[in-house]
């Protein structure tokens, strides 16, 4: 698709959806405002630098959603400026291991499922209606999923000596 001969409006009504979705999803326990405002600059980003969409590498719905992550996520380290990122941080106690490296590991023992799940939640925040849709599941059967996968993901951190607090899956 040749979004840089599209016209402004109808690129805005395609994408704006997408990104308030995602934006909401990765923004939960902000005022609505903020994610209105993160959907908006990524809308601004997108309507004034069309040239840097690839075809190529995924669809312009996948491309809007990882603008809005990447934007949401900077809005929450603003908020919490004393947040470190996961590649800084290593855990004592042993050989050191960094906390991605075990994160990383604890992924690759999830079923292929357990990681669409992941990844369609967690990465491209969809909401479970959305998520259903693409997996063939019902809304109820990718909240239950969820559910024991938080409480699985949990569990298999704490082996790796990650302590997890609260949230869901307790």
């Keep these: 698709m040749d979004i840089v001969s599209l016209p402004d409006a109808e690129l805005d009504a395609r994408c704006r959806p997408v990104a308030l979705a995602a934006a909401r999803a990765l923004l939960r326990g902000l005022p609505r405002e903020d994610a209105e405002e993160c ?32 934007e949401a996520l900077s809005r929450l380290r603003k908020k919490r400026p004393d947040a470190l990122p996961l590649e800084d941080l290593s855990l004592s106690g042993g050989a050191e291991e960094y906390i991605g490296d075990i994160v990383e590991q604890v992924l ?33 059967g990718v909240d239950i999923a969820i559910l024991r996968l938080r409480k ?19």
């Design 39 to 70: 959907a908006n600059d990524v809308m601004l980003r997108l309507l004034t630098r069309r040239e840097r969409y690839d075809p190529a590498r995924g669809s312009l719905e996948t491309f809007v959603r990882v603008m809005t992550r990447t």
């Design 108 to 140: 690759d023992s999830l079923t292929l499922r357990e990681r669409q799940l992941f990844t369609l939640r967690f990465l491209y925040g969809l909401e479970s209606k959305e998520t259903a849709g693409r997996l063939g599941m019902t809304r109820g």
């Design 152 to 170: 699985k993901l949990k569990r298999l951190l704490e082996q790796q000596g990650i302590t997890v607090e609260g949230g869901y899956g307790r």
